[in-house]
């Protein structure tokens, strides 16, 4: 399908459209503010100066922002071969699982264990991803309905399994017993104490680096391996993929296969970053960020991980917001996420024609 | 006797949790079958209650109430109309974006109303819809069998449940019978025919979302003024998509909807019922196998094990006229 007027310059698509997409929802996020009688600026000046202002305020902020990269890159990886993985958030509870298991019941010497429970996340965010992805392939059920299904089956086997058979007998709440200290991702006050620098006590973790290390990963594979060709090949035309002797059946299971151990990376994160033990909903909704994350970056890792960043700000400046502002409550970050998703993802072409009429304008205008 | 009494019971609590779904499924049923896919139901349903829990509570009438909840659904389908006809957007994630923004809105202004962390105040009696009792119940009470299910499960609904009930014949008549119907079920299979006979695709489609509007809207009515008598944030729990899921297991057909939708909220209602209870022989149902089951059932019949459930052949491809 071409695009209704000529195609822009392209510092105008790149950034110029990205940015007015963006602008639009919070412009409307705004709007919401006002309406609910409180003052945009000095929600806005609250909630950087949460983010922002400190260094805990910092840490949390990129904790949180190391969330949303892995579960941005994860939606991304499918988009571009041309699949929609809803259930980032189902693939990266059970990834909990898996680390879970590592650390309780497999206990390996030092920090082998911690990266072999990485490991199990990641395969089991995969295991999870692979039955939508085979499903898809290989029986041509939709991918959007069985992940969005799958989300449920795996809340439903999760609270099962952590009402029933792994909580700790001490315990009232549904949750494990924590991990031995070889099997968690060491914290950024605890990395940064033998050098002499005092960071202050947030949950801030090595697994920031893995996120990014995930990211450099993914553009290579997108953009520099044959792998990664024929997964765009696919995702521009499965059709004429054929041709080139690429199997869309394979492609789409590999795709789902690496975006649901992308999934696995929330787990890591929070599970064995912050949490040292498995418990119940600790995904807390951040698959579906990576949606938001996904589409504002235009699934490209330097674009998601700014993206992330920004939702990481919006995570943590709005829990100091909603303390200062009550009005204002944590659910509005959730509407500035859906709007974003909105503009950047569902309307994007919307300021296309008005900017394309611009641009054309002004570049047939004669100099004077 | 009285374990048929008793089932009965779960049956009656199994139309009251099915009438939500059904009022969504048939919802998406429309959308669906006119080409726009629509995965936004669960935010749809949860404007529409909170809309209508906000309208009953400042005017104290169930009807405004119900207005103000398909007004709102009415909006919300129209964003999503605008998105999938004429952006050409991506519908999953233009239903994603709905999804999104309803559960984050309805929880923040419901906040910003009540302070009460999103929760509306208690609805008085007569801003609710109430059970209708039907005629003669007490004279068929007296025949066994008989007697019960008339009394808990034939009479005793409110207004919503008698119309979600209709929906099916009226649903099915409409796209089978009349012209409106068959030209809206051919621009969802194949809309460049459609438009060659001169019909307006985008009318059609449009028409479609207003109809989906205005359902849900009906369900999210059900759940926060005759269900509940409040609203609360992220009360469809899922509910739009089992709804959706009905939709895929019943393959887009109105009969088998009414059905599944049954089926499901029945299913529901068992699991709510066996809560600890313990049979013999096989000890405790885990309640979370019962929950998960109607999306386990859906997977296996997308997945061809047990028939094969196709999507009408244009759904969620944007129609583009030639020039």
Known sequence: MSSPLGPLPLWADVALIPLLNVAAAFVISGLVVLAIGENPIEAVQLLVGGALGDLEGIGFTLYYATSFIFTGLAVALCFHAGLFNIGVEGQAYVAGLGAALVGLYLPLPGYTQVIVAIVAAALFGAAFAAIPGYLQAKRDSHIVITTIMFNYIASALMGYLLVNTLRSPTQMNPETLPFPPGGTLPQFHELLKPFGIIWPITPLNLAFFLALLAAVFVWLLIWRTRLGYEIRAVGVNPTAAVYG????????IISTLLSGALAGGLAVNVILGEEHRLVLEFTAGFGFVGIAVALMGRAHPIGIVLAAILFGVLYQGGAE???????????????IQGLVVLFAGALEHMFRRPVATLLARRITQPPI | MESFDSFVVILGSGIRLGVPLILACFAGLWSERSGVVDIGLEGKMLTGAFAAATAATFTGSAWIGLLAGIAATVMVSLIHGYASIDQRANQIVSGTAINLVADGMTALIGN???????????LPDEALFHSITLPFVDQVDAIPILGSIYRNLISGHDILTYFAFALAPLTYWALYSTRFGLRLRAVGENPAAVDTAGISVRGLRYSAVLICGVLVGLSG?????????????????????????????????????????????????????????????????????IVALPYVLTVVLLAGFIGKAIPPKASGVPYVKER
Do not use: E, N
């Open chain 1, 245 to 252: 002797g690429i199997s869309p059946a394979r492609i789409t």
């Open chain 1, 321 to 335: 917001l909603a303390f200062d502002k009550p009005k204002i409550s944590r659910d509005m970050i959730v509407v």
């Open chain 2, 112 to 122: 910003a109303i009540w302070s009460q962390g999103g929760r509306t105040p208690q």
């Open chain 2, 221 to 289: 009515v059900y759940l926060s003024i005759a269900q509940a008598a409040y609203f609360q944030p992220h009360m469809s729990a899922g509910k739009g998509f089992i709804a959706l899921a009905a939709l895929v297991f019943a393959k887009w057909r109105p009969w088998p909807a009414l059905a599944t939708c049954l089926l499901f909220g029945f299913l529901d209602a068992l699991a709510i019922r066996m809560q600890g209870a313990v049979i013999p022989g096989i000890g405790a149902v885990p309640v979370q196998a």
